[in-house]
């Protein structure tokens, strides 16, 4: 069983920057392919980046050349790095973990039940 927490969101103006964290506990998260959603309401989960236990990225056309995910093992941590920030990327961000899938699937999952866990979510607000 893994618990994920996410921590640094918040407000941020249009160029702005912000580095997401999402520390994990209960397992190695090493081990599992590691994903960043976000959700805007009445929107579908969408999957913006995701790093393979091996460290091989995927990212959405929506955030490629602006975000980075990365993963620190020592610490059991998972980053989002974003930078550039537009009002496009309001949302609730959340972190995701999966047992057996690989990273570039993990980022094609759209639904809660895609995944074997989650964090609550942090909201993410940028302003023009």
């Known amino acids: 069983q893994l618990t994920l927490v996410e921590s640094g969101g918040g407000s941020v103006q249009a160029g702005g920057s912000l580095r997401l964290s999402c520390s994990v506990s209960g397992y190695v998260a090493s081990r599992y392919s590691m994903g960043w959603f976000r959700q805007v309401p009445g929107n579908t989960r969408e999957g913006i980046a995701s790093i393979h236990n091996d460290g091989t990225t995927y990212y959405s056309d929506s955030v490629k050349g602006r975000f980075t995910i990365s993963k620190d093992n020592a610490k059991n941590t998972l980053y989002l790095q974003m930078n550039n920030l537009e009002p496009e990327d309001s949302a609730t961000y959340y972190c995701?973990?999966?047992?057996?899938?690989?990273?570039?699937?993990?980022?094609?999952?759209?639904?809660?039940?895609?995944?074997?866990?989650w964090g609550r979510g942090i909201l993410v607000t940028v302003s023009s």
């Open positions: 995701a973990a999966d047992r057996s899938m690989t990273a570039d699937q993990v980022l094609r999952v759209t639904s809660v039940n895609g995944m074997d866990y």
